[in-house]
């Protein structure tokens, strides 16, 4: 049974900082795209930022414009997961932060198609105080 589980997300004052780890369990994703999405209380969720495979050990990062310059995400395949490393944060990054995984995020980057990324961790909430 395949599982993502987060951890690291908290409670901090704007212009703090949080890095959420995601640790997959059951199969091996080092060559899949993995990522990150949230939602905020009545809001839909959206990309916050994802990674796909190159080739060898390089991947890729990708990001939403509205986190781009603060938050950072990269692979740990000795994690066999992901973490995002959040700077500078804002009361408007508050939200349920989820962890995902499978062949393309850009169904989910895009528009609202998941597909791409079947599986999915519970969340970790972050609360940014103002």
């Known amino acids: 049974q395949v599982q993502l589980v987060e951890s690291g997300g908290g409670l901090v004052q704007t212009g703090g900082s949080l890095r959420l780890s995601c640790a997959a369990s059951?199969?091996?994703?080092?060559?899949?795209?993995m990522g990150w999405f949230r939602q905020a209380p009545g809001k839909e969720r959206e990309f916050v930022a994802g990674?796909?495979?190159?080739?060898?050990?390089?991947?890729?990062?990708d990001y939403a414009d509205s986190v781009k310059g603060r938050f950072t995400i990269a692979r740990d395949n000795a994690l066999n997961g992901v973490w995002l490393q959040m700077n500078s944060l804002r009361p408007e990054d508050t939200g349920v932060y989820y962890c995902?995984?499978?062949?393309?995020?850009?169904?989910?980057?895009?528009?609202?198609?998941?597909?791409?990324?079947?599986?999915w961790g519970k969340g970790t909430l972050v609360t940014v105080s103002a």
């Open positions: 995902a995984a499978g062949t393309s995020y850009g169904g989910g980057r895009y528009g609202d198609d998941t597909s791409g990324m079947p599986y």
């Open positions: 059951g199969r091996t994703f080092t060559r899949d795209a």
């Open positions: 990674t796909t495979w190159g080739t060898g050990t390089t991947y890729y990062a």
